[in-house]
């Protein structure tokens, strides 16, 4: 994960994470803090992950069973994935891993991109934000986009 890290710093580039709440972001955050590789307040870590802090369970899933049936492969129910998520410390995605294990004994990984996943799950919003900027402009409402403008407002600061 960091071997743009050093790159970065030797091009004083600035690094801002964005972190799952996986077993290992604290190991992660430290470990580029000790190198000197980000600043003080320059990473988020979602409260779970990516999707289910800026998603609706029922949004991915919509998204993950079309792209199952794609592969034809049983869809999960949801009612089985909010059931894994009721253990505070698993995330959406390993929640969806864990039902789509259990009914088809395959690998989530081997059927879903997690970058395919995001990329048609913020497609809508995208669309929205493109509508925003042809008016008023850009309102940032999801989590994610909070954080990218909190680094847009950053950037400035931390350059000049």
């Known amino acids: 994960m960091n071997s743009f890290a050093p790159l970065a710093k030797a091009d004083e580039i600035d690094i801002f994470l964005i972190l799952d709440r996986d077993m290992k972001w604290q190991d992660i955050v430290e470990d580029f803090k000790r190198q000197r ?7 988020h870590i979602w409260q779970r992950d990516f ?7 029922g949004q991915v899933l919509d998204i993950v069973n079309i792209i199952l049936k794609e592969k034809n492969q049983k869809e999960i129910r949801k009612e089985d994935v909010i059931q894994k998520l009721s253990n505070p410390t698993i995330g959406l995605m390993k929640a969806v891993a864990d039902v789509i ?6 690998k989530f990984s081997n059927l879903v991109s997690k970058v395919d996943l995001a990329k048609k799950l913020i497609e809508p919003r995208i669309a929205e934000i493109r509508r925003e900027r042809d008016n008023e402009g850009w309102k940032p409402i999801l989590p994610i ?16």
Do not use: A, H, T
């Open 37 to 43: 590789f980000i600043k003080d307040n320059m990473y």
């Open 51 to 57: 999707e289910s802090d800026n998603f609706e369970v």
């Open 101 to 106: 294990w259990n009914v088809d004994q395959c």
């Open 145 to 160: 986009e909070q954080q990218l403008y909190k680094i847009f407002d950053i950037i400035p600061r931390v350059i000049g």
